[in-house]
């Protein structure tokens, strides 16, 4: 079973910034892409941003556009998120996903296969 890890979670005042990354615990799987989704508090998980590797093309929500950017290494199946100019908004447990192959749309999370555990981020005013 492929476990995603995150880490670099935490809390920052507003417009700082952080950088999450995340790890599969193996290699094997297919990289078609990855990504990440949030989740406040009473609100549904939503799309962050995702990167598909072969192109390297990447998606982002409107509401972090110019704020974050992924990266990260297919081969090694490790993706990170830098998140600059953070905002309380942003406040959401953050999930690392994975797409071994296409499957659906980016920007919906029944589209990805594989899941971390989430990392708590938290922006103060």
């Known amino acids: 079973q492929v476990q995603l890890v995150e880490s670099g979670g935490g809390l920052v005042q507003a417009g700082g910034s952080l950088r999450l990354s995340c790890a599969a615990s193996?290699?094997?799987?297919?990289?078609?892409?990855m990504g990440w989704f949030r989740q406040a508090p009473g609100k549904e998980r939503e799309f962050v941003v995702a990167?598909?590797?072969?192109?390297?093309?990447?998606y982002y929500a409107d509401s972090v556009k110019g704020r974050f950017t992924i990266s990260g290494d297919s081969a090694k199946k490790t993706v990170y998120l830098q998140m600059n100019s953070l905002k309380p908004e942003d406040t959401a447990v953050y999930y690392c996903?994975?797409?071994?192959?296409?499957?659906?749309?980016?920007?919906?999370?029944?589209?990805?296969?594989?899941w971390g555990q989430g990392t708590q981020v938290t922006v103060s005013s």
């Open positions: 996903a994975a797409m071994p192959r296409y499957s659906g749309s980016y920007y919906s999370y029944s589209s990805y296969n594989y």
């Open positions: 193996e290699r094997s799987f297919g990289s078609y892409a």
């Open positions: 990167i598909r590797w072969t192109v390297r093309s990447t």
